[in-house]
């Protein structure tokens, strides 16, 4: 049978996050977007409040809460801000190649940690002339006795400059393309690694965004994630796991879009009446409602999917997809309803609008998901 209703844990989930969503991060939130200012102290405040570090087993003290739980709080907490949330978020992202295919040693020393203090993690994948093609990275790796020496660049990394520890990737053999990458999880404090913020974002500016270089930094044997070679299988695991949350983000940004956009409409006068009375505005909030309803669905059911261990890639793509592109035509609309003061840092609109941007690249842009959707569908009809 299908069921829609929430269990009450699950509400007190999603009621937690969403009242600590409008004491600790509405209130801040354009001050740390304007100033990109790294919310450590609202992380902070959130890993005492359990916000942090869904997905850690409780055999080291976490959660160990499932994505779609994860889904219904990160809706909360990017109701108030994408940018200051986008720091939780990415220790999630962090996690997950070692809770896929890391031992049992290094989840006890990493995912452990988190919980015992607050810390950061970055999942480091991205470099400058690799982003949607992975296999095109060229950050390499070579072995040296019982070790492992690396060299090259990763950017746009989410807590890249601010991590303790990181999950990166790197090649044996650029000709082998993804049959040559490999996963390691190091601290990021290590001899030869070089990290600085990147500055100058459009939105999500309270995020801390990271190039990270590697110069002939060499790291224990033990530092490898699962198999060697196996590393652009977990990348695609992670993503699998990942992108219903990029849809949570959308549902908590594109609703604060609609509350806005609802009380402002009521009102803002035009013409001698509130501008809801309007039918053209009546049919944009109709639409960003449909639209959130079924972003909402589908990564609920993404989530759903995952959590009962079918890791399905192409509906966690749906999701990703079709939330991203509906949260960038709401938030888009919210500016139109508000007319100029819209366009104004005044209100809270137009950040939610740069904000949304993002969603459509990050995680597999908006094309990438095309691809996988496309493929998957060839596939079941045995044309690939």
């Known amino acids: 049978m299908i069921g829609f209703d929430l269990t009450d844990e699950q509400r007190e989930l999603k009621a937690l996050a969403r009242k600590f969503s409008e004491q600790e991060i509405i209130p801040r939130a354009r001050e740390y977007d304007d100033q990109e200012i790294f919310p450590r102290d609202i992380c902070a405040k959130a890993h005492v409040a359990g916000l942090m570090n869904f997905g850690v087993p409780k055999a080291f003290g976490g959660l160990e809460l499932g994505i779609l739980e994860t889904c219904l709080i990160q809706e909360e907490l990017n109701y108030g801000c994408s940018g200051i949330s986008n720091s939780f978020s990415a220790n999630d992202l962090a996690t997950l190649p070692l809770l896929i295919a890391g031992s049992a040693e290094q989840q006890r020393i990493y995912l452990g940690g988190l919980i ?7 999942f480091a994948l991205t470099e400058p002339g690799a982003g949607s093609d992975v296999a095109a990275m060229t950050t390499t790796y070579r072995r040296e006795g019982d070790a492992f020496v690396l060299n090259g660049t990763k950017h746009f990394i989410s807590n890249g400059s ?58 224990p044997s033990d530092a490898l994630v699962g198999n060697e070679g196996e590393g652009f299988k977990y990348a695609m695991g992670t993503f699998d796991r990942s992108r219903p949350e990029i849809g949570a983000i959308a549902i908590g940004v594109s609703q604060r879009a609609l509350d806005e956009s609802l009380k402002y409409a009521r009102q803002r006068s035009a013409f001698g009446q509130p501008i809801a009375n309007f039918q053209a505005i009546q049919f944009m909030l109709a ?98």
């Open 116 to 122: 015992e203090r607050l810390s950061f993690c970055a």
């Open 162 to 219: 601010m991590a303790d520890w990181m999950v990166t990737f790197a090649t044996s053999d650029k000709r082998l393309k993804h049959k040559g990458i490999s996963c390691f999880v190091l601290p990021s404090s290590m001899a030869g690694i070089t990290r600085n913020r990147m500055h100058g974002k459009l939105g999500q500016r309270a995020a801390d965004t990271g190039e990270i270089v590697f110069d002939e930094v060499r790291i």
């Open 287 to 384: 639409d960003m409602a449909v639209s959130i309803e079924a972003m909402r669905l589908l990564t609920y059911k993404a989530a759903w999917m995952v959590d009962r261990g079918e890791v399905p890639n192409a509906i966690s793509s749906y999701a990703k997809l079709f939330g991203s592109e509906a949260c960038m035509k709401i938030t888009t609309d919210a500016v139109q309803i508000f007319g100029g003061y819209g366009y104004m840092k005044d209100y809270p609109v137009e950040k939610l609008m740069r904000d949304a941007k993002l969603l459509q690249i990050y995680e597999g842009t908006s094309q990438i998901q095309h691809v996988v959707i496309a493929r998957d569908l060839l596939k079941s009809q045995g044309l690939l």
